[in-house]
């Protein structure tokens, strides 16, 4: 147990004493999250709105691609980005392979099937009527779009939540896609599995619990938002 | 758009859900000034008229002219969730009106319904009744050519919705504008009409004055649909009554035998058995008694010949 104990203060520490290693990775972390999540959602929620609301041919398919998409293993996900960046590879040309924008476009890919089936789920839940009524005053579809979204915004909060939840905590992609090399492409996941194949517990703990505290900050500040939204669409005095 | 000419215009309008033509060769004029009341049983295909009319379905046949902006209050109030002005703003927003009108718009059509003390109040917080009173003003406020109001009084209980009803006949009257409203009960039709289309299957089946149409119906069909819900058969004719178009009198020509009593608000409720068909009429508390002999004399109904 004291193990734990030890990993604890001595991520205090790294904190407090503003450990260059340690803010590093925690600024990579912060930036995939924030970058892969923003890009999932410009991509996922056009595809949800689609999704959920639309009428073509195909959409039960992609629906259930999306929610398969949903467990997409990011080991998988990874080999396959990665083969895809070999020099020689059809994306080989991009030169993302063990860059920062490679492990962005890997995550994305992860969190996009999760904004995208969790935001239709969410439009498949708006009122009946509602969309249709804004059509009947003169709504353009832009419009209409933006109503949904605004209408859903319990849900579309809740795939964003995932998405960032996914980013923060995923390693398997991003060592395959990577490389996890210090200072680059090493979050604070795959740091942890470093420091665990060295036999660094200590360390390794240390940076999980920073890696813990980012996950809870970040989850109890959407939480609070969305909630927040829930009392006012509720209409309860607050 | 001229002054005098219809807003609307639908001429042999057919629609169908799901393969199945409900709507069926609609003619229809929607003048400026003028509030028809659609009304029909349900599934006449009154909503789904209103909604061809609106722009929102296909025609399968037939033309529908618009001679200016056509905005619909579809039967749900889906008011988005936010607070009843806002609502009325953001319709106006999608009908275009620029922002700095919105609001003083918004809070005009919210007062000539009744519902200015709404204003701020969240959608979610709100009755039904006084949903459809924001809904109703989101309508008004948008100031078409043509409004096409559907069931605006659906789902409310009695007291409310005549409460609605009431402020909704005056609120209707626009001079620079046209309304058609469905509804599918007869007070709603006496109190907005200018003029009455009964559908009846698809079709316009009686068009005209609430006091032509629902006192003089055209057909046995209309007739039935408007409370003259009883037939007395008669060779190559047929008569048709409401309770109120034939009294118990013992000096009557007619014969009936009482067969059922029902208390009611006014008195009892008399189902009579006669040669030549059942017959309701109403009579004062507490009524003759079940399986007695009682004479009857018609003072009014509505007749038909075959």
Aim: glycine share 12%.
């Amino acid at each position: 147990m004291h193990f734990i104990w030890d990993g604890l203060k001595q991520a205090a520490d790294l904190l407090a004493h503003g450990d260059h290693d340690v803010l590093t990775v925690v600024g990579t972390t912060l930036r995939l999250a924030l970058i892969s999540t923003l890009l999932a959602l410009a991509l996922g929620l056009p595809l949800g709105l689609a999704l959920g609301l639309g009428r073509f041919r195909g959409r039960r398919a992609m629906l259930a691609l999306a929610n398969a998409g949903m467990g997409l293993p990011p080991v998988v996900v990874g080999l396959v980005v990665g083969l895809l960046l070999f020099r020689g590879a059809p994306l080989g040309d991009l030169n993302l392979l063990y860059t920062f924008n490679g492990i962005v476009l890997a995550q994305t890919l992860l969190a996009l099937p999760l904004v995208a089936a969790l935001s239709a789920a969410a439009m498949q839940a708006l009122p009946g009527g509602l969309l249709e009524q804004a059509r009947a005053f003169g709504a353009s579809r832009a419009q209409v779009a933006t109503l949904a979204l605004r209408e859903a915004r319990v849900g579309v909060l809740a795939a964003t939540i995932a998405a960032l939840g996914s980013a923060l905590a995923e390693v398997g992609a991003i060592v395959l896609v990577g490389g996890n090399i210090e200072g680059q492409t090493q979050t604070l996941a795959s740091a942890v599995l470093v420091q665990v194949s060295a036999g660094e517990y200590g360390r390794a703990i240390a940076l999980g619990s920073i890696l813990l505290g980012l996950i809870l900050i970040l989850a109890a500040g959407l939480t609070v938002a969305q909630q927040h939204e829930r009392r006012a669409l509720l209409g309860r005095p607050s | 758009m001229t002054a005098d000419g219809p807003a609307l215009r639908a001429r042999g309008a057919g629609v169908a859900r799901a393969g199945v033509e409900v709507v069926r060769g609609v003619d229809l004029d929607l003048n400026i000034g003028e509030v028809v009341v659609l009304i029909g049983p349900n599934g006449a295909g009154k909503s789904t008229l209103l909604h061809a009319l609106a722009g929102l379905l296909q025609l399968t046949r037939g033309a529908v002219e618009r001679r200016g902006q056509v905005a619909a209050a579809l039967q749900a109030p889906a008011l988005a969730r936010r607070s009843a002005r806002a609502n009325v703003e953001t319709a106006l927003r999608w009908w275009g009106v620029p922002r700095a009108q919105r609001r003083e718009r918004a809070l005009a059509a919210l007062s000539a319904i009744g519902a200015r003390h709404l204003a701020d109040r969240p959608a979610g917080a709100l009755s039904g009744g006084e949903a459809r009173r924001v809904h109703l003003a989101r309508g008004l406020a948008l100031q078409s050519d043509a409004l096409l109001l559907d069931e605006p009084f659906a789902g409310l209980d009695p007291p409310t919705r005549a409460e609605l009803l009431y402020d909704a006949a005056s609120a209707l009257r626009r001079p620079r504008g046209a309304t058609l409203v469905v509804v599918h009960d007869r007070a709603e039709a006496w109190a907005l009409a200018d003029r009455v289309l009964v559908m009846l299957d698809g079709r316009i089946a009686a068009a005209g004055p609430p006091g032509d149409v629902f006192v003089q119906p055209p057909t046995p069909e209309v007739a039935a649909f408007v409370g003259f819900a009883r037939r007395l058969e008669a060779p190559g004719a047929v008569r048709m009554l409401r309770p109120q178009d034939l009294a118990l009198d013992e000096a009557g020509p007619l014969r009936g035998r009482v067969t059922q009593l029902v208390p009611v608000e006014d008195g009892v409720r008399v189902e009579l058995a006669l040669d030549h068909g059942r017959l309701v009429t109403v009579a004062p508390a507490p009524g003759p008694k079940p399986g007695a002999e009682v004479g009857v004399r018609l003072i009014g109904g509505v007749s038909f010949t075959r």
